[in-house]
């Protein structure tokens, strides 16, 4: 029966992997089969790894949609909904 051998890695190593997988364009899975890394210990260090978010980072940075020139360039009408908290919702919309 044959025996599978388990290399472990360093953190340095898992750093480096991971950072090189948020490069790529692969999947996970593909990643991992390319590298010929158990996917399993590829996703707890890349959990792992993952920076945790602050309260300041969940805020969304505001940022500008030219409505005008959206009407323009597609001759379609818009309709855009903000979802707020506590269930309001704010629609724009075109026409």
Same mark, same amino acid.
């Given at each position: 029966m044959p025996t599978t051998t388990c290399q472990r890695h360093s953190a340095d190593f898992w750093k480096a992997t991971v950072a090189e997988f948020y490069q790529s364009t692969l999947s996970g899975s593909a990643f991992c089969k390319q590298k010929g890394i158990a996917y399993a210990s590829f996703c707890k260090w890349r959990q792992k790894l993952q920076p945790?978010?602050?309260?300041?980072?969940?805020?969304?940075? +505001?940022?500008? @949609?030219? *409505?005008q020139s959206l009407s323009q360039d597609t001759k379609l +009408?818009?309709? @855009?909904? *903000?979802?707020?908290?506590?269930?309001?919702?704010?629609?724009?919309s075109q026409g």
């Open positions: 945790v978010a602050s309260a300041s980072d969940l805020v969304a940075t +505001p940022a500008f @949609i030219d *409505l +009408p818009w309709r @855009i909904v *903000l979802k707020l908290d506590n269930g309001i919702e704010l629609l724009l």
